[in-house]
């Protein structure tokens, strides 16, 4: 009996250290949903369990406003959540118009590719929002195309996009709609039904601030009459449409992957506070925080990358200021004061800071955690600040 | 600002009942492994998490029994692990021989045809290991195949195939071996270097004991040059090994998909219980409570499935016999005695039950509860049974 590689015997149980997460995912998990992922871990056909799904589903319809009979969590990140939407809606040959402006809608034109689709792309400046007209452009140019992607909310700059208008225009040139909401989703108000989108997807750790690793995700049943039609197998196994309605679907529970049970209970548990706040009150303190925030920054001399009426509360993207250094500031809000914010993506390397107040993490108290901090930590980096004006600014944005 | 479709006002904190898990997985995950679980997130960029993964990746080596550098969690479950092995392996039109004595090996077989694989088909009977003989044939038959793909330990009938000599025979004839061993990890040994195999995938929800959602996952050097090599990019963006080699890789950390922070503390904290315990250890322990089990439902009149060399400790398949009703018998269990154990899949639906034993649930305590417990259910059903006989034969069994 063999037994080697031992690991290094100085393993031991991980303690991770106490932070706040201001980035842009995963945010602060309350303790009532670390409580609810801690609880046994019973099988995914046990009866309870099949209740408590039923329940699930109820809760995520609520916060999608939507109908949709099918609507569950995919068993993985984001990322899958939003394969699942290709592999299940883009067929070989098939056009797909995706809105690109960020990070998240190049990663669409990569899963429109990968399953045989032609991707035409509609660019529009990171950190701008998606222009409606160049949509209408490219659909009218376009009237073979199947399929319109876009992100709602785009992490990698914190531009809010106007759903409504973008689903309403791929509806009207006779497309399905493919919907980023993963840092929507409990923030600013997500409208499934209302906007009439088809495939939305979202992710735990944003605001929900349930822990990472699942993709909240409805359909319309225009999506479940194509798939029902489609002659062909998708090309996942894994996110398979047909397949996982028979475990998620009505009233069958054919066993089709082993649910993530832990993740799912906590999962309840974060839908259930959201539900418990009501959805109106989150989106009404997601916008409260995210304006002492901006008072604050503005004292500080930071400004924002994307125009006021497109910004996401719960994402503030701010230009770094000249001759400030990008990486130290970072590391010393993390090691000095215990604060995660997020760092620019590809173009933005370098260049812009991602605060994030979302879910659990969108709290006075962090604003003003935060907004001290960074008064210190630039201080520290030779700016000139006013001390004590930020928080102040912040203050009286909570009390106006 | 809408807001509807508020859910039932009824919905609570789910709060699971008590079970013991006795099935097919998952397992009854220990209370050091929840409470791991439970620790705050923190973001998958933090220092403190780095230095962590670097530790899971160790403690997976060992687990394994490998060198393999590119070792690590898959976020998502078994099936994901599979898939990750089939799209980045599998190029359209590569002739994939599988073996299929159960479920799994069949769903090995959906995804070669969803990758444009060919697949060719070594068919054993469920509840019989795969025949040597019968591959060594298929692989001179065709001598054009890549790829050699089984299951090590088949969940859906409890029968354990030679490992080792399957994948020399693929080696001898050039191809890669995908192995799956979701049900072998840590309760029998899988020896990934000494079987020279290539890609081979557990679960998190098996002998691990920890909460499901994850599969563990390595390749060996000859995977990551084909890969390298590929000049196409894979079907799934998601499961994309050379974009997780950015993450998951030797020294660089760039952002793929937003870990599930929390079931990583988790999977660290089984594997290092299983380290501590000790490889052989755990082997010996799923034995010893396998030969209980077995003089118990011998006593019983329960016969098993899988000839005695061939079974898996870990996952007893036992014939019902005539007259007993499958369904009451498992609902009772449940119901009137808090314990799970699993039924038959496919053909085996209704003609047998899989007791399992792994990991965590793999203790005496649990084999003597059962034993009562199914002594007391099947006497209720009819059957003519010796009061105490069983549980004194288990009790024998760990005596001598």
């Known amino acids: 009996m063999p037994d080697n590689y031992l690991p290094h015997q100085t393993i031991q149980s991980f303690a991770p250290p106490v932070r706040t997460l201001l980035g842009p995912g995963p945010s602060d998990v309350p303790q009532r949903v670390l409580a609810a992922l801690a609880r046994p871990t019973i099988g995914y056909l046990d009866p309870a369990f099949v209740a408590m799904m039923e329940e699930l589903k109820s809760l995520m319809r609520y916060a999608f406003q939507t109908r949709n009979a099918l609507t569950f969590p995919v068993s993985g990140p984001g990322s899958a959540g939003m394969e699942m939407c290709f592999v299940n809606l883009v067929n070989p040959g098939d056009k797909v118009i995706v809105c690109r402006n960020g990070v998240f809608g190049g990663r669409m034109i990569e899963n429109v590719e990968r399953c045989g689709g032609v991707a035409v792309v509609v660019d529009d400046e990171w ?64 409208l499934v039904d209302e906007w009439g989108a088809d495939a939305v997807y979202s992710g735990s750790q944003k605001c929900l601030s349930c822990a990472p690793g699942l993709s909240p995700i409805t359909f319309s049943e225009r999506v479940v009459e194509k798939i029902k039609s489609r002659g062909r197998k998708a090309q996942s196994w894994f996110l398979d449409l047909d397949l996982l309605l028979g475990y998620w679907g009505e009233t069958t529970r054919t066993y089709h992957h082993t649910a993530p049970n832990n993740s799912l209970y ?111 930590v630039l201080a520290a980096q030779g700016r000139s600040v006013t001390p004590g004006a930020a928080v102040a600014a912040a203050q009286r944005s909570y009390q106006g």
């Open 127 to 190: 950190g701008k929002p998606v222009d409606p007209a160049k949509l209408a452009a490219a659909l009218a140019a376009n009237p073979d195309a199947k399929v319109v992607a876009f992100v709602h909310a785009e992490t990698s700059t914190g531009a809010l996009s106007d759903a409504a208008t973008l689903c309403r225009l791929a509806h009207e040139a006779g497309c399905l709609s493919i919907v980023d909401c993963v840092t929507s989703l409990a923030g600013v108000p997500v």
């Open 266 to 376: 906590a999962l309840h548990e974060s839908l259930l506070m959201v539900a418990e706040e009501t959805l109106p009150a989150a989106w009404a303190r997601h916008r409260r925080n995210h304006l002492a925030l901006r008072a604050g920054l503005e004292q500080l001399g930071l400004g924002f990358v994307v125009d006021e009426a497109h910004r996401l509360p719960q994402l503030n993207a701010v230009s770094i200021p000249e001759g400030v250094d990008d990486k130290a500031v970072r590391a010393s809000l993390l090691q000095d004061h215990g604060i995660e914010i997020g760092a620019g993506l590809g173009p933005l390397a370098g260049k812009i800071w991602r605060i994030g107040l979302m879910g659990y993490s969108s709290r006075e108290e962090n604003v003003l955690h935060l907004l001290a901090a960074l008064e210190s």
